[in-house]
């Protein structure tokens, strides 16, 4: 009963290059949401997906980023001409109910590295 | 504009005394209270939670208790253990029934270290 998986668990980019993220929730878990770390800092909140569509993006930034959760496969999140300031790790958290009460399983996470 | 706040960075105990990690909030919308664990270099684990209907759960060394009217609520931790040393996150989410979409809002995180 495979968790939450995140790939890359590290990725380096050099400035301007894109960066694509990965992560296949829970079997059965058809909530998808991403949330991303700063140093020293807590989880901030980027956005909440359900299957192909996006239900709640108030965190993400309003360039560069985006995020996609198709039919088949695994969520996306794409990062655009990277910059240092995105140096972070993202974690991606799954549910199966997408509601309050519902504990959410979170990934490893990916730690992005801008150079 | 933080709606989470963890204030003490850092807490340092015995083995075998208490763990009180504290966290307070501001959003009185807040209907549901996560806390979270996590250790370097992995993704936070769920510990307990709490509705905003309850003021205590418990679950076996850990009891998370919410006073609503100073919008605080805390994590005991007895008896603490050495494997207990990592971050603890708490977190909150808005809304109830099907208006609550679980996104959550994350405090800033305390570092509990449990010493032998």
């Known amino acids: 009963n495979a968790g939450v998986m995140q790939n890359p668990r590290h990725l380096v980019r050099r400035r301007g290059q894109e960066a694509r993220l990965r992560c296949s929730p829970m079997?059965?878990?058809?909530?998808v949401y991403w949330y991303r770390q700063l140093p020293e800092e807590g989880l901030k909140f980027m956005v909440y997906l359900q299957k192909e569509n996006i239900i709640d993006e108030s965190g993400m930034p309003k360039e560069r980023f985006s995020a996609e959760f198709p039919k088949e496969g695994p969520s996306i999140l794409r990062i655009q001409q990277v910059v240092r300031g995105d140096s972070a790790a993202y974690f991606c958290?799954?549910?199966?109910?997408?509601?309050?009460?519902?504990?959410?399983?979170f990934g490893q996470g990916t730690r992005l590295t801008v150079v | 504009d933080q709606q989470v706040k963890q204030n003490s960075p850092s807490l340092s105990v015995q083995e075998g005394r208490i763990s009180i990690l504290n966290c307070d909030y501001t959003?009185?919308?807040?209907?549901?209270f996560l806390w979270y664990k996590k250790y370097p270099a992995e993704g936070p684990t769920f510990l307990i939670s709490i509705s905003s209907i309850k003021d205590k759960n418990e679950d076996g060394r850990f009891t998370v208790f919410l006073n609503k009217s100073a919008k605080h609520l805390s994590l005991h931790i007895v008896p603490s253990q050495p494997g207990d040393s990592a971050v603890y996150f708490c977190a909150a989410s808005e809304g109830r029934g099907s208006s609550n979409t679980g996104k959550l809002i994350f405090g800033q995180g305390t570092t509990l270290q449990v010493k032998p």
């Open positions: 958290a799954s549910s199966q109910t997408g509601t309050g009460n519902t504990e959410a399983f």
């Open positions: 079997k059965g878990h058809s909530h």
């Open positions: 959003n009185s919308m807040f209907d549901y």
